[in-house]
């Protein structure tokens, strides 16, 4: 049996009179790839959140000790203007890390990052360029998990298919667990080993052929969203 990296009991997440999670358990092994779906409003970036202990929370929220943890945000609040390259960005993450500079390079090489892509300011680039930048950040620190929350939304069809396909190189090369929060169902189908469906009417987790039914999504999505098969079923 894969070992446990992450044990969730009762999570509960409360702003003043609104629950947003409420009574929430599941469970998270090593090499599994999670996919949190849901409504807007389901709590899927605060479960991301409570999961790194950014915001408080009731409940248990238990990592094992071998969890090294790295975070792609949806947006981050940086002013993408300011006279900043993206080798210094990397470098200064590294510096706070206490890294070689070895590691830092072959994070860029596994990324492909070219050294005139290290060398272009950070507001010169597309948003599936700075998207790769913020992989990068992430995986400086060899982390062992990657929480991803919804890491392509505002990015066209076929830079999104790219991203994520760079994600489950990541996963299958080094063994990267993965949470990701996603709005695109077909990419859940093909890269997720389980899902996890949040919503005020219905919280289930399960393989995405057991979970992912027309019947649940339209429980979940309160109209029936477009249905994606697997391609093997075609």
Request: aromatic fraction near 6%; charge should be negative.
């Amino acid at each position: 049996m894969a070992d446990r990296l992450l044990s969730v009991k009762n999570l509960g997440v409360t702003f003043g009179n609104r629950t947003i999670l409420r009574q929430l358990s599941f469970e998270v092994y090593c090499g599994d790839c999670l996919a949190v779906i849901g409504p807007n409003g389901a709590g899927k970036t605060m479960l991301l959140k409570a999961l790194q202990h950014l915001i408080p929370c009731q409940g248990e929220v238990q990592w094992s000790q071998e969890a090294r943890l790295g975070y792609v945000p949806q947006s981050v609040a940086a002013d993408r203007h300011l006279p900043l390259r993206v080798r210094e960005l990397l470098a200064a993450k590294a510096k706070v890390l206490h890294l070689a500079d070895q590691e830092m390079d072959q994070v860029s090489s596994e990324l492909s990052l070219s050294p005139e892509f290290l060398s272009a300011g950070i507001g010169t680039l597309s948003g599936g360029q700075f998207q790769k930048v913020l992989i990068a950040f992430a995986l400086l620190g060899r982390p062992n998990v990657l929480l991803f929350d919804e890491p392509t939304a505002s990015l066209d069809e076929l830079t999104e298919e790219r991203i994520y396909e760079l994600v489950h190189q990541l996963q299958s090369q080094k063994g990267i667990t993965l949470i990701l929060v996603s709005h695109d169902l077909s990419v859940v189908y093909r890269y997720a080993s389980q899902v996890l469906c949040l919503s005020k009417a219905k919280v289930c987790m399960g393989p995405p052929k057991e979970i992912m039914t027309p019947e649940t999504l339209e429980e979940l999505y309160g109209a029936p969203p477009k249905y994606y098969r697997h391609a093997e079923e075609h």
